[in-house]
C-alpha cells in the first residue's frame, strides 16, 4: 500500500460543468501520474507530475489541466466536462524502487460519469 | 498510441491448467512490467523483467522477453478462480524519462 487516496471515487456530472479530481499521497513520492482507462484503450496517460509545480502533459491531455502545489496532492481537473471524459481516471505514484524502472503504484479510481 | 499490444484479448481456461498471455510492442524498451486489474480496482505491478533479461520467475509467474521480436510472454501456472483479472503489458522506451506506457489488456477467466 503506497498510501494513494482518490477523491471522490464516483461522481456524476453534467456538460459544461467543471470536475476537479484529487490524488492525495502520504509518502512525499515526487512523480505522481493521471490516467483514464476505457474499454478497448487500456490506460493513457494524461498528465503526470515531477515534483511541486513541476508538471508536463501526456499522450491525451486535451481538456485537462493540472496542478501540484504541494508533494502529497496533485490535482486532475476538468475546465469544462464532456461527455467524451467520461471514465475511469487513476492516479499513480512512482515508489522509490520505481525511481530506476518505472514501476507504479496506483490508486482505487475515480469514476466519472458526464451527462 | 499504445505501444504494448496484448494478446489474446480474452482467455478463458480451467482452474489448474496454465495460463499464457503474450504482448508485442513497437520501439526499444528499457523495461517491460505486467500488471494485474481486479474488477474495480486499480492496478497492481506483478513482475518487470529488463531488456538485457531474457526470462524471470516470481512464484507462479514466469515472464519472458524477446528483445528481437519485439515480444513478451506472461505465463501464469496451475491457475486458480482468485487469478481471474484483467492483466496489462507496460513498457518503458528508452529515454522516454519514467512514463509507462500501457496495452489495452488481456482479459483472463479462470473456471472453478
Known amino acids: 500500500d503506497a498510501g494513494i487516496t482518490q477523491s471522490p471515487r464516483h461522481k456524476v456530472t453534467e456538460t459544461g460543468t467543471p470536475v476537479t479530481l484529487r490524488c492525495h499521497q502520504t509518502e512525499n513520492h515526487r512523480y505522481m501520474y493521471w490516467y483514464r482507462q476505457d474499454p478497448g484503450h487500456g490506460l493513457r496517460l494524461i498528465h503526470y507530475?515531477?515534483?511541486?509545480?513541476?508538471?508536463d502533459k501526456g499522450e491525451v491531455s486535451d481538456g485537462y489541466s493540472v496542478s501540484r502545489s504541494k508533494t502529497e496532492d496533485f490535482l486532475l481537473t476538468l475546465e469544462s466536462a464532456t461527455s467524451s471524459q467520461t471514465s475511469v481516471y487513476f492516479c499513480?505514484?512512482?515508489?522509490?524502487?520505481?525511481?530506476?524502472?518505472?514501476?507504479?503504484?496506483f490508486g482505487e479510481g475515480s469514476r466519472l460519469t458526464v451527462l | 498510441s499504445q505501444q504494448g499490444e496484448e494478446d489474446p484479448q480474452a482467455l478463458s481456461i480451467q482452474e489448474g491448467e496454465n495460463a499464457t498471455m503474450n504482448c508485442s510492442y513497437k520501439t526499444s524498451i528499457n523495461n517491460l512490467q505486467w500488471y494485474r486489474q481486479n474488477s474495480g480496482r486499480g492496478l497492481v505491478h506483478l513482475i518487470l523483467?529488463?531488456?538485457?533479461?531474457r526470462e524471470k520467475h516470481s512464484g507462479r509467474l514466469r515472464v519472458t522477453l524477446d528483445t528481437s521480436k519485439k515480444s513478451s510472454s506472461l505465463l501464469i501456472t496451475a491457475s486458480r478462480a482468485a487469478d481471474t483479472a484483467s492483466y496489462f503489458c507496460a513498457t518503458i522506451r528508452d529515454g522516454a524519462n519514467s512514463k509507462l506506457t500501457f496495452g489495452k489488456g488481456i482479459t483472463l477467466s479462470v473456471r472453478p
Open positions: 507530475s515531477y515534483g511541486v509545480k513541476d508538471t
Open positions: 523483467i529488463r531488456s538485457n533479461e
Open positions: 499513480a505514484i512512482q515508489a522509490r524502487q520505481g525511481v530506476n524502472t518505472g514501476e507504479l503504484f
